[in-house]
């Protein structure tokens, strides 16, 4: 196989998983359930297999995003 599939720690909100995109630098929702995704890039050639969702705790993606966008977002512990 040439192209592989990635995996993206991605959080949940309002019943979205959402990540932060390394391609693209924007964030994607998508619904929930981890698994494989179509790509929501407007890059060309990024994720040209979509990626595949795995849900990520809120504590390690507190930093992650913090660290790109200097703009972390309020965090709700919502989850059922
Ligand atoms: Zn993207």
């Known amino acids: 196989m040439e192209a592989q599939t990635p995996t993206v720690q ?4 309002n019943n979205q998983f959402i990540f932060s ?3 693209c630098g ?4 998508h619904g929930t359930g981890e698994g494989h995704r179509i790509s ?3 890059v060309e050639g990024a994720y ?9 705790a809120l ?3 507190k930093s992650y995003s913090a ?9 709700q512990r919502d989850r059922r």
């Open 59 to 61: 504590e390690q993606l």
């Open 48 to 56: 040209p297999n979509g990626y595949y969702l795995k849900l990520s």
């Open 10 to 13: 991605c959080y949940e909100r």
């Open 21 to 23: 995109c390394e391609e």
């Open 67 to 75: 660290t790109s966008s200097g703009h972390p977002e309020t965090q």
């Open 26 to 29: 924007k964030r994607h929702y």
């Open 40 to 42: 929501h890039c407007d």
